[in-house]
Nanobody
Framework: QVQVVESGGGLVQAGGSLRLSCAAS????????MGWYRQAPGKQRDLVAT???????NYANSVKGRFTISRDNAKNTVYLQMNSLKPEDTAVYYC????????????????WGQGTQVTVSS
C-alpha cells in the first residue's frame, strides 16, 4: 500500500509565497514522475508542474517563472515553491506519484494525495 501526503497549504496575500511538500511512503520500489495538480471550485483538475526521477520538469504556462518544483528521491518527496502568488492560484493542490511497487520490470501505478488548500487573498 502506498500513501501520498501533502502539506504546506494555507492562506496568503497576493504577492506572497508558500511551499508545498508531498511525501510518498509504503510499498515503493521506485517512483517515476511526481507532480502537482490543482482544482479550483467548479473547475477541472489541471496540471501545475511535474518532475521525473532524473529531474526533468514541466510547468503549466500560468505558473512558469513563479513556481519551482523540486524533488528529493532519497525521501520520495516533491516540493512546490510558489512565489508571486495571485488570487487565481487559489485551489486545492493535489500531489501525484507514479509508483513501481516491487520490481524493476513492473508497471507504474498512479497515486494521489488528499489535497491541500491554497487560498490567495487580493
Amino acid at each position: 500500500q502506498v500513501q501520498v501526503v501533502e502539506s504546506g497549504g494555507g492562506l496568503v496575500q497576493a504577492g506572497g509565497s508558500l511551499r508545498l511538500s508531498c511525501a510518498a511512503s509504503g510499498t515503493i520500489f521506485s517512483i517515476n514522475s511526481m507532480g502537482w495538480y490543482r482544482q479550483a471550485p467548479g473547475k477541472q483538475r489541471d496540471l501545475v508542474a511535474t518532475i521525473t526521477s532524473a529531474g526533468s520538469t514541466n510547468y503549466a504556462n500560468s505558473v512558469k517563472g513563479r513556481f519551482t518544483i523540486s524533488r528529493d528521491n532519497a525521501k520520495n518527496t516533491v516540493y512546490l515553491q510558489m512565489n508571486s502568488l495571485k488570487p487565481e492560484d487559489t485551489a486545492v493542490y493535489y500531489c501525484n506519484a507514479a509508483v513501481r511497487y516491487s520490481s524493476a520490470a513492473g508497471p507504474y501505478f498512479s497515486h494521489w494525495g488528499q489535497g491541500t488548500q491554497v487560498t490567495v487573498s487580493s
